[in-house]
């Protein structure tokens, strides 16, 4: 879903405001969760600080007059999706849903089965709050009949407000759509969030999880069993990362489900190698790092990368990593949010400090120099692809593995 | 919890050399960090590719139980698990890897991991620290819920020893806290400095007798609890043995010197500065393998200084390197060689010497061993209350740090020992009158003759080191200064400042306070002493 050449183009910004085309009525300013568009108190000039700017395209579907572009999930490109997926569902249902809410489509469809609606097509965008009204209004023009809006809820937006204006923005459309005629169930807005569990027949009682968590969301109450307070509780898995039980799920990112997917990845190292001539690597990313090759509907395959993208640093389990060196991989990037970006709370310092640890241990079996961190940020167009070539280059410098 | 580190892989391949199926077993019981399920699985994948680093094969199938040390959960929920495995690796402590033995007899059994200690986990530090020593006698209830015998390097039971400088531990470098100080200042807060106050008597180590195990009539069973009788604080009224109590007792002001005896066979050197000495001091200290360096043998050295200089010896004797029995053998044949003194000193801890390897022995502490020796003086009996035929007669001594912070936790340890009956102090050195005054006032209700410790500087860089290195020394500045200034000058000039200074120092020390003389310390420069002593007055009038 991303318009960009294959050409190298990092630290390319991925939003840019057109001040030819700006009408100077500052939304854009006032919108920004994030205080990165400043606007001049006497010439109302909109200035954006790129650096402060998280990408999650609210300023760009608030704006009327259009001015301000961003490289991610544009109108043209979006509908094109929508098209396809139409077709390949045999469906007129379509689902938009938040990266942050994280459903698979596991859970998208036990939903539909709830509003007796089957198969849909679907749209994950890093943000509900960053589609533009036109892009609903072009979906029923193309045929249409329902539409499923799964926001995350309000407190757990990883776009602070972004939720509650992408929301707001969703009722004014089915208000206009009922003045229009449509059917009052044309659009749904149903919310939702990730969230930990704990499964307290495995629990052992150590505690990891409520000292980790930055939610104070878990406590030792009954003794020798974590107790989760689901209202407290993010979703950022930190918790399911350190549990020395796997007794901790997170909706979406259990232990079991990445597992499969690092091995089905790993079936494909040889190919991998074989058709890029390349190290084959495993790149376990925080899903606010990068945005198009981390869209579910990607095959999650960039040249000689496999894509996973995990809902915060925080959730980097050291079994994945290992697993992944173990079933073949030559190289394992984690990619985490800049220092004080993380969308959750510390995750990326977390994750830091694991891996960390993590590297002495694999330091016995040479592998530490093939585990590496870098921050990425969708703020930068490709920037995740870059830092893997560059990986790709470290590793190619390094004498051969030796394991597996 | 039993905190534990993990093994490095190579070590781990090793012991697994010559089996192929292992059964990595975790253990979700009270080691600490937990090795569960998902360490388990990691040391699985991990050892199995270490194997192939090595051309070794293993397969690694990892799994955990509830707790590995006990028999019937190893037995019921392990059993079904352990038919193909040709060896288990067990991630638990040693207990776990021995309990797995012992049920699976035919399982060669190997640990993950090496067993540490009984801790606390300090999470905000990341860290683990060292809380019981599982002894046997908890003695918490007494000590502010701190234990001495694990918090303390010694493992004192009458802390603290003179090692501790501002509540931190010779031990370990300055890092530790000194249990004796937190439990002061617990007790302190809580108005129970009755319980710092008190003597324990020598631990009865039996207690802790390897190996140890609890039946069920063992849990009921009562112990009985021996207590010392707390004599009076006002001193001892005691006999003099020897030339420095009898010239103490006679009320003239005395001096004592100190040698050291180094690593060598040849005492010429030790023998010459004691004669030095003769005729200035009223008995010379004989160190007792000084900071923990291995040098030659303290009770040899007091008696041929006896014998050769005819100037009477302090035997220090140090707890670090002697348990109860060594410690009575050499009291016995101290004196049989005509010792009249005794410094009852704990010792310098084992780690701040030339042989930081070796392991301590601290049996008894300082007070421990004065309460010892007051049974062998008085009633001719051992710790154990054996009779000893023909027992010896010494004075005895004891160390004090005058600079010790907090001065009342050290003047309620110097009480301590002082009720159970000692004759003279000896102490670390000052450097001002003040200095001097103020211990004197605080020890003063003991009515212990005290001799306070006096060094002077053998040359500038010695003055340098001691100021840097050697804790819980306060050297005035303008002293500093003015000795510096005559280094500028000469050698000489240095050296004479000091004659003048420490000459001055002793005068008023001597007229301004309520000491009983001083200990003077010039180890290989002794030929000062004299010149210092003459030029002070103190012995003239």
């Not at chain 1, 405001?17 to 568009?37: E, K, L, M, W, Y």
């Not at chain 1, 079996?365 to 990425?376: A, G, I, K, T, Y």
């Given at each position: 879903m991303t318009e960009h050449s294959s050409q190298d183009t990092h630290m390319q910004p991925s939003v840019r405001i057109d001040a030819d085309h700006c009408g100077r009525c500052t939304v854009c300013s006032s919108v920004c969760p994030f205080d990165a568009i400043s606007a001049d108190v006497s010439t109302a000039e909109v200035k954006l600080d790129i650096e402060k700017c998280q990408v999650c395209g609210i300023c760009s579907s608030a704006c009327p007059a259009s001015a301000i572009e961003t490289v991610y999930y544009n109108v043209d490109p979006l509908l094109k999706h929508v098209d396809r997926q139409m077709r390949e569902k045999c469906s007129d249902t379509l689902v938009l849903t938040c990266r942050g809410s994280g459903p698979s489509q596991k859970v998208i469809t036990s939903q539909l089965e709830k509003m007796q609606l089957g198969d849909a097509a679907s749209v994950i965008l890093p943000?509900?709050?960053?589609?533009?009204?036109e892009l609903l209004l072009e979906t029923l023009k193309m045929g249409i009949r329902k539409l499923v809006a799964m926001p995350c809820e309000d407190e757990y937006c990883r776009f602070k407000d972004g939720s509650m204006i992408g929301t707001r923005r969703l009722l004014l459309v089915r208000a206009t759509l009922n003045q229009l005629g449509f059917e009052p169930d044309t659009l749904t807005v149903s919310k939702r969030s990730i969230k930990a569990h704990v499964d307290s027949s495995r629990c052992i009682g150590c505690g990891n999880c409520g000292y980790t968590c930055s939610y104070g969301a878990i406590t030792m109450a009954v003794p020798k069993v974590a107790e989760l307070n689901p209202e407290a509780c993010s979703g950022c898995g930190a918790c399911t990362a350190v549990c020395p039980a796997l007794a901790i799920t997170l909706d979406g990112f259990d232990y079991e489900s990445i597992s499969q997917t690092i091995h089905d990845y790993s079936l494909l190292v040889p190919k991998i190698r074989q058709k890029t001539k390349k190290s084959a690597i495993l790149v376990l990313s925080c899903q606010w790092g990068e945005f198009s090759d981390l869209d579910p509907d990607q095959e999650g395959l960039v040249e000689n990368a496999a894509l996973i993208g995990l809902p915060c640093a925080g959730r980097v389990d050291d079994l994945h990593v290992l697993e992944a060196f173990h079933l073949g991989f030559d190289g394992v990037l984690i990619g985490a949010c800049d220092k004080d970006q993380c969308k959750l709370k510390e995750g990326n310092g977390k994750a830091e400090q694991r891996i960390g640890s993590l590297k002495k241990l694999l330091a016995e079996v040479n592998l530490d120099e093939r585990l590496e961190m870098c921050s990425v940020s969708p703020r930068n167009v490709n920037d995740l692809n870059h830092k893997i070539r560059l990986f790709t280059e470290r590793l190619n410098q390094l004498p051969a593995k030796g394991v597996a | 919890m039993i905190v534990t580190k993990e093994k490095s892989l190579a070590e781990i391949s090793s012991m697994l050399a010559f089996h192929k199926k292992i059964l990595v077993v975790g253990c979700d019981g009270c080691t600490t960090p937990p090795r569960g399920l998902r360490e388990a699985k990691a040391f699985a994948m991990l050892i199995e590719m270490n194997g192939k680093l090595q051309n070794k094969e293993f397969t690694c199938r990892p799994t955990t139980m509830g707790k590995q040390c006990d028999n019937y959960e190893v037995r019921t929920t392990l059993g079904p698990q352990t038919q193909d495995a040709q060896a288990m690796l067990s991630l638990a402590c040693g207990v776990g890897v021995q309990t797995l033995a012992e049920v699976f007899p035919n399982i060669p059994t190997y640990p993950a991991q090496d067993t540490i200690f009984l801790g606390s986990q300090d999470r905000d530090n990341a860290a683990m620290h060292e809380r019981c020593r599982a002894c046997g006698e908890c003695l918490l209830g007494e000590t502010g819920s701190v234990c001495p015998i694990t918090r303390c390097a010694k493992g004192l039971l009458n802390g603290p020893c003179g090692g501790q400088v501002k509540g931190k531990c010779e031990a370990g470098g300055w890092k530790n806290d000194c249990a004796w100080i937190l439990i002061y200042n617990r007790l302190k807060e809580r108005s129970e400095l009755d319980f710092y106050k008190k003597f324990r008597i020598p631990k009865d180590y039996r207690i802790s007798e390897h190996p140890r195990s609890l039946s069920a009539e063992a849990l009921i069973e009562k112990k009985p609890t021996a207590e010392a009788k707390a004599g009076s604080p006002e001193g001892r009224k005691g006999e003099a043995y020897g030339e420095l109590m009898k010239q103490i007792k006679e009320g003239r002001f005395v001096f004592t010197g100190e040698l050291e005896p180094m690593k060598t066979t040849d005492l010429k050197e030790v023998i010459e500065s004691a004669k030095i000495l003769k005729g200035h001091v009223a008995a010379i200290n004989v160190t007792d393998n000084p900071t923990a360096f291995g040098f030659f043998n303290g009770l040899v050295s007091s008696y041929l200084v006896q014998q050769e200089s005819g100037v009477e010896a302090v035997f220090q004797i140090t707890t670090r390197d002697r348990n109860r029995i060594a410690l009575l053998s050499d009291v016995l044949a101290a004196g049989t060689l005509g010792i009249k003194n005794i410094l009852a000193i704990t010792g310098d801890y084992t780690t701040v010497g030339d042989m930081p390897q070796g392991k301590p022995v601290f049996d008894l502490d300082s007070a421990t061993l004065v309460y010892m020796l007051r049974k062998v003086i008085d009633e001719g009996l051992d710790l154990n209350g054996n009779k000893i035929e023909h027992p010896p007669k010494f004075n005895i001594g004891i160390g004090a740090s005058p600079n010790a912070d907090p001065l009342e936790a050290e003047v309620l340890k110097i009480e301590r020992k002082v009720r159970l009956g000692v004759d003279f102090i000896q102490t670390q050195c000052v450097y001002s009158l003040e200095q001097a005054e103020c211990f004197m006032e605080a020890v003063s209700y003991l009515k212990t003759p005290t001799l306070l410790g006096i060094a002077p500087f053998k040359s500038q860089a010695m003055m340098d080191w001691m100021i840097k290195f050697v804790p819980g020394i306060k050297v005035p500045p303008e002293l500093e200064q003015r000795l510096r200034k005559a280094r500028e000058r000469s050698k000489e000039a240095f050296l004479e400042e000091n004659t003048e200074f420490f000459s001055e120092l002793i005068h008023e020390i001597h007229d301004e306070t309520s000491v009983a003389g001083l200990h003077l310390m010039a180890v290989g420069f002794e030929w000062i002493l004299p010149k210092i002593i003459e030029k002070s007055g103190v012995l003239r009038g």
């Amino acid at each position: 879903m991303t318009e960009h050449s294959s050409q190298d183009t990092h630290m390319q910004p991925s939003v840019r405001i057109d001040a030819d085309h700006c009408g100077r009525c500052t939304v854009c300013s006032s919108v920004c969760p994030f205080d990165a568009i400043s606007a001049d108190v006497s010439t109302a000039e909109v200035k954006l600080d790129i650096e402060k700017c998280q990408v999650c395209g609210i300023c760009s579907s608030a704006c009327p007059a259009s001015a301000i572009e961003t490289v991610y999930y544009n109108v043209d490109p979006l509908l094109k999706h929508v098209d396809r997926q139409m077709r390949e569902k045999c469906s007129d249902t379509l689902v938009l849903t938040c990266r942050g809410s994280g459903p698979s489509q596991k859970v998208i469809t036990s939903q539909l089965e709830k509003m007796q609606l089957g198969d849909a097509a679907s749209v994950i965008l890093p943000c509900v709050g960053r589609v533009p009204p036109e892009l609903l209004l072009e979906t029923l023009k193309m045929g249409i009949r329902k539409l499923v809006a799964m926001p995350c809820e309000d407190e757990y937006c990883r776009f602070k407000d972004g939720s509650m204006i992408g929301t707001r923005r969703l009722l004014l459309v089915r208000a206009t759509l009922n003045q229009l005629g449509f059917e009052p169930d044309t659009l749904t807005v149903s919310k939702r969030s990730i969230k930990a569990h704990v499964d307290s027949s495995r629990c052992i009682g150590c505690g990891n999880c409520g000292y980790t968590c930055s939610y104070g969301a878990i406590t030792m109450a009954v003794p020798k069993v974590a107790e989760l307070n689901p209202e407290a509780c993010s979703g950022c898995g930190a918790c399911t990362a350190v549990c020395p039980a796997l007794a901790i799920t997170l909706d979406g990112f259990d232990y079991e489900s990445i597992s499969q997917t690092i091995h089905d990845y790993s079936l494909l190292v040889p190919k991998i190698r074989q058709k890029t001539k390349k190290s084959a690597i495993l790149v376990l990313s925080c899903q606010w790092g990068e945005f198009s090759d981390l869209d579910p509907d990607q095959e999650g395959l960039v040249e000689n990368a496999a894509l996973i993208g995990l809902p915060c640093a925080g959730r980097v389990d050291d079994l994945h990593v290992l697993e992944a060196f173990h079933l073949g991989f030559d190289g394992v990037l984690i990619g985490a949010c800049d220092k004080d970006q993380c969308k959750l709370k510390e995750g990326n310092g977390k994750a830091e400090q694991r891996i960390g640890s993590l590297k002495k241990l694999l330091a016995e079996v040479n592998l530490d120099e093939r585990l590496e961190m870098c921050s990425v940020s969708p703020r930068n167009v490709n920037d995740l692809n870059h830092k893997i070539r560059l990986f790709t280059e470290r590793l190619n410098q390094l004498p051969a593995k030796g394991v597996a | 919890m039993i905190v534990t580190k993990e093994k490095s892989l190579a070590e781990i391949s090793s012991m697994l050399a010559f089996h192929k199926k292992i059964l990595v077993v975790g253990c979700d019981g009270c080691t600490t960090p937990p090795r569960g399920l998902r360490e388990a699985k990691a040391f699985a994948m991990l050892i199995e590719m270490n194997g192939k680093l090595q051309n070794k094969e293993f397969t690694c199938r990892p799994t955990t139980m509830g707790k590995q040390c006990d028999n019937y959960e190893v037995r019921t929920t392990l059993g079904p698990q352990t038919q193909d495995a040709q060896a288990m690796l067990s991630l638990a402590c040693g207990v776990g890897v021995q309990t797995l033995a012992e049920v699976f007899p035919n399982i060669p059994t190997y640990p993950a991991q090496d067993t540490i200690f009984l801790g606390s986990q300090d999470r905000d530090n990341a860290a683990m620290h060292e809380r019981c020593r599982a002894c046997g006698e908890c003695l918490l209830g007494e000590t502010g819920s701190v234990c001495p015998i694990t918090r303390c390097a010694k493992g004192l039971l009458n802390g603290p020893c003179g090692g501790q400088v501002k509540g931190k531990c010779e031990a370990g470098g300055w890092k530790n806290d000194c249990a004796w100080i937190l439990i002061y200042n617990r007790l302190k807060e809580r108005s129970e400095l009755d319980f710092y106050k008190k003597f324990r008597i020598p631990k009865d180590y039996r207690i802790s007798e390897h190996p140890r195990s609890l039946s069920a009539e063992a849990l009921i069973e009562k112990k009985p609890t021996a207590e010392a009788k707390a004599g009076s604080p006002e001193g001892r009224k005691g006999e003099a043995y020897g030339e420095l109590m009898k010239q103490i007792k006679e009320g003239r002001f005395v001096f004592t010197g100190e040698l050291e005896p180094m690593k060598t066979t040849d005492l010429k050197e030790v023998i010459e500065s004691a004669k030095i000495l003769k005729g200035h001091v009223a008995a010379i200290n004989v160190t007792d393998n000084p900071t923990a360096f291995g040098f030659f043998n303290g009770l040899v050295s007091s008696y041929l200084v006896q014998q050769e200089s005819g100037v009477e010896a302090v035997f220090q004797i140090t707890t670090r390197d002697r348990n109860r029995i060594a410690l009575l053998s050499d009291v016995l044949a101290a004196g049989t060689l005509g010792i009249k003194n005794i410094l009852a000193i704990t010792g310098d801890y084992t780690t701040v010497g030339d042989m930081p390897q070796g392991k301590p022995v601290f049996d008894l502490d300082s007070a421990t061993l004065v309460y010892m020796l007051r049974k062998v003086i008085d009633e001719g009996l051992d710790l154990n209350g054996n009779k000893i035929e023909h027992p010896p007669k010494f004075n005895i001594g004891i160390g004090a740090s005058p600079n010790a912070d907090p001065l009342e936790a050290e003047v309620l340890k110097i009480e301590r020992k002082v009720r159970l009956g000692v004759d003279f102090i000896q102490t670390q050195c000052v450097y001002s009158l003040e200095q001097a005054e103020c211990f004197m006032e605080a020890v003063s209700y003991l009515k212990t003759p005290t001799l306070l410790g006096i060094a002077p500087f053998k040359s500038q860089a010695m003055m340098d080191w001691m100021i840097k290195f050697v804790p819980g020394i306060k050297v005035p500045p303008e002293l500093e200064q003015r000795l510096r200034k005559a280094r500028e000058r000469s050698k000489e000039a240095f050296l004479e400042e000091n004659t003048e200074f420490f000459s001055e120092l002793i005068h008023e020390i001597h007229d301004e306070t309520s000491v009983a003389g001083l200990h003077l310390m010039a180890v290989g420069f002794e030929w000062i002493l004299p010149k210092i002593i003459e030029k002070s007055g103190v012995l003239r009038g």
